[in-house]
């Protein structure tokens, strides 16, 4: 199963974007790459997930490198509900597996008034 | 839609004594799921369910049971509480069309959560 690398922690100001890395340099062809976070202990919330290419919704965009090694959520206007810890997921799509997400310790976003 | 629901939502609990964590789920999924979170550290995949009546391992089944009658209920069972038990317990359910299908790739959903405390 491909593994996940994460920055410990990060701070963004209100109103600005939030960048938030994810390294996964031994993903396979048939992995998906997903974004969830957890909020103050609560249960974890599904962002956005993508294969290959750049996806956006209402809550995020997600930007995948052309070799599926990196890639990077955006949230465009941090404010403070977005103060949570940001897990990166990779996981085979179909199959046996679709049902394993390995979740690694994630990225605690503070987001600065 | 109440999605994914858990209760209790706290418990205390005594060594060696059992109990029963619920979690049901409104939304039809097939799959369900039981994780444990310990503090500062990520989800582990407890046990698992693609359908009522069927159910398997994940990383960390020792010291849990598991049943799955209908499609909406997945309860976990905790027999002889242990102080390694300690955790926060989260239940989350997805929609699989099965089959090794490349089309799957539902998100899952996740409940609040029981924070179980083992004395």
């Known amino acids: 199963d491909a593994k996940t690398t994460q920055p410990t922690s990060m701070d963004c100001a209100e109103g600005r974007a939030a960048n938030l890395p994810c390294n996964h340099s031994?993903?396979?062809?048939?992995?998906?790459v997903y974004w969830y976070r957890q909020i103050h202990s609560q249960g974890p919330q599904y962002i956005i997930h993508?294969?290959?290419n750049n996806e956006t919704n209402e809550m995020a965009s997600l930007i995948i490198t052309e070799d599926r090694k990196s890639s990077t959520l955006i949230l465009p206007h941090a404010t403070l509900r977005d103060t949570a810890v940001y897990y990166c997921i990779v996981r085979p799509r179909g199959g046996s597996g679709t049902y394993k997400y390995i979740f690694g310790t994630g990225t605690r976003l503070k987001v600065l008034a | 839609n109440a999605g994914v629901t858990q209760t209790p939502k706290f418990r205390i609990l005594k060594i060696g004594q059992s109990m029963t964590l619920q979690c049901t789920q409104d939304?039809?999924?097939?799959?369900m799921y039981w994780y444990r979170q310990d503090p500062g550290m990520g989800l582990k995949l407890i046990y698992y369910?693609?359908?009522?009546?069927?159910?398997d391992k994940g990383e960390v089944p020792n010291g849990y049971n598991v049943s799955r009658s209908t499609t909406e209920d997945f309860p976990l069972r905790l027999e002889l509480a242990a102080p390694s038990q300690t955790s926060v317990y989260f239940c989350?359910?997805?929609?699989?069309?099965?089959?090794?299908?490349?089309?799957?790739?539902?998100?899952?959903?996740f409940g609040d959560g029981t924070r179980l405390s083992i004395l």
């Open positions: 993508g294969l290959k």
């Open positions: 989350a359910s997805s929609y699989s069309i099965g089959g090794g299908s490349w089309k799957d790739n539902q998100p899952q959903h």
């Open positions: 369910s693609v359908g009522a009546g069927i159910t």
């Open positions: 031994t993903i396979s062809g048939n992995e998906y």
């Open positions: 939304m039809n999924h097939n799959y």
